[in-house]
């Protein structure tokens, strides 16, 4: 099992960036693929980003591409998420979400049924 902390988020104005972290317990952090999810109020969670086992390979909603980067240190057992050019659409709770792999390769999962392991969330508001 792998527990996950995030941190990083709260109150930017529009235009502006944050840097979101998720940082993993255990000795495996490598084995897992890795995805950030955001639910804002009244709305169901949706995917954001996500990343293979290695950094190699990531995908992203296309409603942050250009202005989100996912990437990960293995050594550090965290993953990140630079949110650049923020806006008021973007509020939300952030989680990241961790999927145990059993093969390397350049896989990459954005289902919220896809992921076993998921962190408590961090707040991001965007203000106009």
């Known amino acids: 099992q792998v527990q996950l902390v995030e941190s990083g988020g709260g109150l930017v104005q529009a235009g502006g960036s944050l840097r979101l972290s998720c940082t993993a317990s255990g000795r495996t952090f490598s084995t897992y693929a890795l995805g950030w999810f955001r639910q804002a109020p009244g709305k169901e969670r949706e995917f954001v980003a996500a990343?293979?086992?290695?950094?190699?390979?990531?995908g992203y909603v296309d409603s942050v591409k250009g202005r989100f980067t996912i990437s990960r240190d293995n050594a550090k057992n965290t993953v990140y998420l630079q949110m650049n050019n923020l806006k008021p659409e973007d509020t939300a709770v952030y989680h990241c979400?961790?999927?145990?792999?059993?093969?390397?390769?350049?896989?990459?999962?954005?289902?919220?049924?896809?992921?076993?392991?998921w962190g408590q969330g961090t707040q991001v508001t965007v203000s106009s």
């Open positions: 979400a961790a999927r145990q792999l059993y093969y390397g390769g350049s896989a990459y999962y954005t289902g919220i049924d896809e992921y076993a392991y």
């Open positions: 990343i293979n086992w290695s950094g190699g390979n990531t």
